[in-house]
């Protein structure tokens, strides 16, 4: 028998509701870790994320293995596992060091199961896309490394890179590559936005775009490719 807490308790009533253990991942996030999740699951941040995964769907490749490069929480790889887009495994890179572990909490059922999920603190300026070696920590606090090679680069943060063409450059060739970024010039961390689609695609050259466009949101608009790098 599902339970909960009070009626404040929105991850609980939305688990009787749906009995998606993605709920029961993000009600432990805010209880166990203290996560605040106000923002990654704000109406903004998710429809831009829907609208996301319902293109990658529409293009119907096989994403094998996905660098989300500022993952944040990770909430996109929550999403994503739960599409019809062919997945192998998705490994989460953030430099706040606080996001790790709110990052597998609310992807626990993919971290459990062969660690398809795993979300490691590294400066994505820094993270290499073949045979990078890495640490990350197992659920007990213990440290190990693995290695993995990037079939698809996600960043849905661009707005957020500072030297992004450093960091675009980096990326092999021939990648499946997914960016968003938006125009919202008005927050103190947005150093790298874009005025509108076309200037956002200067910022991202691809031999074969899949995708280009943009979604109107309240307060600013998101912008996104999907291409070959």
Known sequence: MIEWKDDNDIFG?????????VFNNLRNAVDNHNADLSDALSWGQLKSKRWLVDELEKIDLPLGTIFLCAGWYATL??????S????????????DENCATIAETVNRNYTKKDWRFKASTADIHNIEY????YKTKRFNGTVCEITDTAETVINTSCEHIENFAEWYSKIPKQTLTVLQS????????HINCSKNILEFAEQTPMTN?????????????????????
Request: proline share 3%.
């Open 13 to 21: 009533r939305m688990l009787v509701l749906t009995n998606n253990p």
């Open 77 to 82: 790889a929550a999403m994503l596992f739960q």
């Open 84 to 95: 019809k887009c062919s997945i192998n495994k998705i490994r989460s890179f953030d430099i």
């Open 130 to 133: 073949t045979d990078y070696t």
């Open 182 to 189: 938006n125009n919202y010039f008005e927050i103190e961390d």
């Open 209 to 229: 775009c899949l995708y280009s466009g943009a979604l109107e949101l309240p307060k600013y608009t998101r912008f996104m490719r999907i291409g070959i790098k």
